[in-house]
């Protein structure tokens, strides 16, 4: 099973649900705790659900993309690379072969369409990916990925991400922290799950941007699809007649409230601050549990 | 180069610290001494026109990037394609049973197109989004919307950016003002690069502070100078004193502290700007902090 909790908004709560989620389901102490349980962090570009689940690092590996790599005693300058590179992202000008690594996307088709065998591909870092278990949590595990500074691509840092950790809890629970929008790292971070957890807020912004959040994951990806709404009470009714209108149902929502803010500030889990909330989680996540079995 | 408008762009690194809130008031103070042209750079989730009272007055289909799609009556089943792709895009058929691209997943790369030996695969060039020019009562908005899950959100964020910075050439507008996306990929990379001034908006937490050193980091790559506001900086003191000795420690000016008032929300859900809104103490502090800026910009 594999819960991705994401957003459309920015600051909204993903990552509040999704810690907050996991600790909740890793306190359970009978039949009903997942075996097996870990929280991904895809946010690679901004990671922050390390602050709030302090885990212990026990790894860690780069990630990269391939760069191809030209071979001046072999190429002859023949231009193929550049005319099947989709991105720009090399160059034939004169005798001399460019690659820009910001525009490659590491696809592999200049090196397969090299007529000479000129070009090798070789891995240029974007950035790593890490991983733990989590101090008082027994069995669960924790990953993330944090993307190098001034690098544009989210998405291998992701894919790399999920391709180590998912086999780890083969048959448990799997919760995917996304990164704000709606764009391809968003994408990236949903493929492949069972439930998308939308976490919202009852504004005009929040709104706006869920709407988008719904289209890319009910409807581009066909996941069934729940909303969270958090700091219930300010703004309006806009997000509630929406979800109505559109049968999205809302799993959830968690009032404002200060506590919540400042334990939020000093990196404090909202079930450690608030605990009475852990039944809230748990219920959650059993709702989560009939909608997806009403699927299949 | 040497008329090229200023551009004052307004990241965070992480989402929701208020950066469309800020941009909006930047726009309203501004208006009223400078001649501006205004663009989203948020584009996959943009809601500046929320609270810009926007007239729409042209719009544009983007389309940027390749889609592969493969002939189920051409395919032959040998797999050449799945083996091509890095993307995990093509899901693989059997026996008999037609290869499928898979559209979320496809990069356009074309690696498959130019493996397939029968021929089945063709690549689209599907739009990707729309772009639009809007009036706001603030000057010209330059504003987009990614199609779910669209790739490619650079390009647009560049393409918008663009359009406002053409804008204020042919009109002689004194400033650009870029409301920018979350994160330090690559929209936020199209939002900065070459820009005036990176305002960060920055929450007293410590989620927020870690964000902010990374996209602080980021503007130091491109040679953006950068200034920071604290928003509801009476969240946590403590938090906030920290980001005051990060922005001292990094010689980066702290040009404000909004403090945390439900009014801001009252502003949004009215479509206008807190500045317009309210005469509070968070207006107080976004005229504050635009006084700041606005030597920064004239001055630099």
Partial sequence: ?296 | MADDPQQLVVLSGKGGTGKTTVAAALAHLAAQELSLSIADADVDAANLELVLDVQQVASHEFVSGLLAEIDPDLCISCGQCFEACYFEAITPGGVGVPYEINPTACEGCAACYYRCPVDAISLLTPPCGLWYESNTRFGPLFHAHLFAGGENSGKLVTLVRQQARLRALDDHRDLVLVDGPPGIGCPVISAVAGATLALMVVEPTLSGAHDLSRVVDLAAHFGVPAAVVVNKADISDKRTEEIEAFCAARAIPLVGRIPYDTVVTEAMVQGVPITEFSDGPVSRALIHTWGIIKEKLVGG
């Fill in chain 1, 1 to 296: 099973m594999r819960i991705a909790v994401a957003s459309g908004k920015g600051g909204t709560g993903k990552t509040t649900i999704a810690v907050s989620l996991l600790l909740s389901l890793a306190a359970l102490e009978d039949e009903t705790r997942p075996s097996k349980l870990q929280l991904l962090d895809c946010d690679v570009e901004e990671p922050n659900a390390a602050i709030f689940v302090k885990p212990v690092i026990e790894g860690q590996e780069e990630v990269g993309i391939l760069l191809p790599e030209v071979d001046p005693a072999l190429c002859t300058h023949c231009g193929r690379c550049a005319e099947v590179c989709a991105f720009h992202a090399i160059a034939v000008f004169g005798e001399k072969v460019l690659v820009f690594p910001q525009l490659c996307h590491g696809c592999g088709s200049c090196t397969y369409n090299c007529p000479t065998g000129a070009i090798q591909e070789r891995m240029s870092p974007i950035g790593t990916i890490s991983w733990g278990s989590v101090p008082d949590c027994p069995g669960v595990r924790f990953g993330q990925g944090k993307m190098n500074v001034g690098e544009a691509m989210a998405n291998p840092a992701i894919r790399a991400l999920k391709k180590k950790m998912l086999p780890e809890v083969d048959g448990g629970v799997t919760i995917l922290d996304a990164p704000p929008g709606n764009a391809c790292p968003v994408v990236e971070t949903l493929r492949g799950a069972d439930f998308a957890l939308l976490v919202t807020e009852p504004t005009p912004f929040g709104l706006h941007d869920l709407r988008v959040a719904v289209q890319v994951a009910r409807g581009e990806l066909q996941i069934p699809t729940g909303v969270v709404i958090n700091r219930d009470g300010i703004g309006d009714d806009g997000v509630l007649a929406f979800c109505a209108e559109n049968d999205v149902p809302v799993l959830l929502s968690i009032p404002l409230d200060r506590r919540i803010a400042e334990a939020y500030a000093d990196g404090i889990p909202l079930v450690d601050a608030v605990p009475e909330y852990r039944q809230d989680f748990v219920g959650l996540y059993h709702k989560i549990l009939t909608l997806v079995e009403g699927e299949s």
